[in-house]
Every structure is written in C-alpha cells, then in structure tokens.
C-alpha cells in the first residue's frame, strides 16, 4: 500500500496560513518541529519587514517533546503546548491562549471544499504541495498572479489577470504582493501548455478614453501614462541584428473614442534612420507595424487564417502614412501619422479610424486583438521585436495580442481619504477598518460609489492603495 503525504502547517493569529511542509504520512510530527519552524517569515500588522521571530508557539500533544521545548527556548519563544501524562508539568498552562488552536482548524476546513486536497488525490509531496499553493491564497487576482510566475509566464500576458486588476478587483502587480513562505523562484515548477503557448497565454492590455484632448503633432506630452505596451525584450525578437534595449526598444500606449484608435510611441534607438521604402517593403526599415483584428477574439474554432476583420498595417519613421500590408502596401484611408525626433531615438502619435478598420464597432469592455512590432534597421539584418512576443503573427492571427476597451473610470480617492487610522500612510489597519462595515450603510466609506453600503469593489480601492504614503 501507498505511503500517504501528510502537510503540517503554521498559521498565523489572524488565521492564514505562514508556512507548510509536506512530510511522509507515517512520520511523527515531532521529528518536524524544528525545520517547520525555521523556514519563512511572518508578515507585522501594518507595514514593515517581515518577522522571521515567531513569540508564541501553540501545539497539540504531538509537539510536546523535549526537543521542541528545547528549540523554543534556545529561540526565546513562549510555548503553549499540553504535556503529556508521562512528562512532568513545568511551569502554567493557558488553556484560553491554547484554544486559538482552532484558527489551524478553520483553515483546513476552508481547504476541505477542495475535493482534490480533502480525498488526498496527490500521494506525493511535490503534487500535494502544488495544490495546497493554489488553496492559499484569498486574494483570486493576486493568486493567479503570482501561480502564473509559479508555472513560468507572465501576469500580464493573461487576459483575465490584466482585466481583473483594471477593474479593481484585485492585486496584479507581483511588486506589491506579499508572499510567505517559500519564494517564487524556490517554488517554481517545468510547466507545458497543452496547446500552442500563444493560443492561450496572450499579452494584454487596457485601453481608455483619452484623459485630455490630443494633437496629433508627434509630441505624447499630453498622454498620461499608464497600462503600457513594452517592447525591449530578448523573448520578443524575432530576426537578427539586435544588440539590447540601448539599441531598439518602445512604450506604447493606446486609447479611443468614438472616432478611433490612438497610439503613441516612444522609441529608443541608438541609430534612428528615416525609413525610404516603399508600400510592402516599409517593415524592412525603422518604424511600426501594427496588426488589429474586429473578430471575436475567444471564439471556439476560430481559424489561426487572416480575414477581412484582420489587419496587418506598416509606417516607417519619417513617412506621413499607414499601409495596409494584406492590399500590397495601399494608404489606409484617413489614418494619420507624426513623428518628432528625440535623444533616446524618436516618438510617434498615430490615428486609426473605424471606418477604415472594417467599419469596426467598437463595444465597451469586449477585447479586441490588437499588437505591434517595433522594426529597427541598423545592419543588413532588420530586427523585429513584437510586443505579443508571436514570431509567427503574420501567418497566425491567433497569436495577437488584446486590448479591452474601457469606459471612464471614476476618479479614485486621494490616498489620504482612506487612510483611516490617519497615521500617514495606508496599512492594513486601514483595510480592517473598511471590513469592518461589511454590506453596512456607510456612505463615507463608499469609495466605489456603488450605492453607499460598504462591499468588496470599496475594500479593492484601499487595497489598491496599500503601503501608501499619503501624509497626515
């Protein structure tokens, strides 16, 4: 018979769970003591380092060994573990501080909903320990994000991650996740897709109106960054005769009304040339290529083929217009171009009309496929680096980056209106404090303006705003 896995677990006063190590089933659990003691770190209440010094340890009769007394006090941490009947008593018992146990019973029944974990399907511990991670967490967005570094991809090449957190609900940004425990890097595992990797992990972002009017003049001065494209990295080449960012990379950024698209660009180029070529040859010199695609982009047996609601469009630095590739290199009707020279390289601000792309009716928050390639022309080998990271796009309309279109967010609170505690800075006191008010009326706590009772879309905007200084 099979030799079970068995997970023991340290859990935190307020419940989550801070580190676990997968043993052999038939071990005793005092042989673990130690090592389950040692490894990771317990997030302080508020803001600051972690604390790698536990003060209290709470166990059941199991732990009570004279070596885990022994490890305690050599670490200076107070033991409220029951002796057994064959040792002798040293010292009280706090029976009222030994019934938190439960908060380690409570996580496991918050685990046994899982049926995987509950009927014990993984025998060995590298299995069992893969699905306790995907358990831990509570924040949906934030374990996606950081499973998605688990299993080796980007969080923001997953569709759902990036228009999760643009809608708030939910953390994104793996700088402002806090994980305990084992490391990502430690905890990372060799995963394959089950289908090509750009059919299903595919970059991602959001597009929004235009926070002040535009002039098209090759000056993005005006663009407020934020949800940016970046195009500067080695996995995104495709072609020869790169030599790093210095040598060609791009931001770009998109928006869009009723009229059309928006894009502006800044690009840094060692050696910026103004591209001379001509129709279908323009991707051969310095400049953009774009592709856009008005089918719906998560429909079952859609073919990788282009058609008409798909477009391969080219400029080249320096021309005043946009190509569409799939006619040989015609003008796109009344898209417009403009280019400024810089330092670092240059800038670009384009126009892409509708009615030129297929008389596309854009709707609010339905993605549409959407990329762009930087083409840098310094020796005779012309690099392309595309931001989807598809080296096959122009043959497979699959591998398209998306962007979601959304409407005008609310203005978010000043950091200040919710820091609660008004200790200058937004901690998770701060958080606490909204919880606190549950599905209550509490208009001034109704920071997502949804109808003055206190929910989950409130909570995500002080989150947002967690470790920040706001000043009293």
């Known amino acids: 018979m099979a030799r079970l896995s068995r997970s023991r677990r340290i859990v935190r006063s307020g419940g989550a769970q801070v580190d676990h190590l997968v043993t052999a089933g038939h071990r005793h659990e005092a042989a673990f003591f130690e090592p389950l003691m040692e490894p990771g770190a317990a997030n302080r209440p508020g803001w600051g380092r972690p604390r790698y010094c536990r003060r209290r340890v709470v166990g059941d009769k199991g732990s009570s060994t004279g070596t885990a007394h022994e490890d305690c006090r050599r670490r200076r941490r107070r033991v409220t ?39 014990r399907y993984e025998k060995s511990a590298v299995n069992s320990l893969a699905m306790l991670m995907i358990a831990a967490g509570r924040d949906p967005v934030a374990v996606d994000t950081t499973l998605t570094q688990v299993i080796g991809q980007r969080p923001d090449h997953v569709a759902h991650i990036v228009f999760s957190a643009a809608k708030n609900l939910g953390i994104a940004d793996p700088a402002r996740i806090a994980v305990a425990g084992t490391p990502i890097e430690q905890a990372r595992r060799p995963f394959a897709l089950p289908l090509a990797s750009n059919h299903i992990v595919r970059a991602a972002r959001v597009a929004r109106p235009p926070a002040r009017p535009i002039t098209l003049d090759g000056d993005p001065r005006e663009w407020i960054p934020r949800e940016q494209m970046r195009v500067e990295r080695a996995d995104q080449l495709s072609g020869r005769g790169w030599d790093g960012p210095a040598d060609g990379s791009a931001i770009v950024q998109a928006a869009w009304d009723s009229a059309g698209l928006w894009l502006a660009a800044w690009v840094r ?113 012309v690099a392309h680096l595309l931001w989807g990271g598809g080296r096959n796009l122009t043959a497979d309309v699959i591998e398209m980056g998306m962007l979601l279109p959304t409407t005008p967010d ?44 206190v929910t989950v879309a409130d909570i995500m905007v002080v989150t947002n705003e967690f470790n920040q200084v706001c000043g009293v």
């Open 81 to 119: 573990i029951p002796r057994k009947r064959t040792e002798r008593r040293r010292g009280p018992f706090d029976r009222a501080i030994y019934r938190q146990r439960e908060l380690v019973e409570r996580l496991i029944n918050r685990l046994k909903p899982f049926r995987r974990i509950a009927t």
């Open 269 to 381: 180029d060692d050696h910026p040339r103004a591209n001379r070529r001509s129709r279908a040859d323009i991707p051969n010199g310095d400049g953009l290529s774009l592709f856009f695609s008005g089918d719906i982009q998560w429909r079952p047996g859609r073919s990788t083929s282009y058609t008409s609601k798909d477009f391969q469009l080219a400029t080249g630095y320096g021309q005043s217009r946009v190509v569409d590739l799939r006619t040989g290199g015609d003008p796109l009707a009344q898209a417009q171009v403009a280019w400024q020279l810089t330092d670092e390289g240059y800038t670009a601000e384009l126009f892409l009309p509708w009615p030129a792309l297929g008389n596309y009716q854009l709707t609010p928050n339905l993605e549409f496929g959407f990329d762009v390639a930087l083409n840098d022309e310094d020796t005779k080998d």
């Open 410 to 453: 609310t203005v978010p609170p000043a950091c200040a209106a919710v820091d609660l505690n008004q200790n200058g800075r937004v901690d998770v006191e701060d958080i606490q404090l909204v919880g606190l008010f549950w599905l209550q009326e509490k208009p001034e706590y109704d920071f997502a303006h949804d109808g003055g009772r």
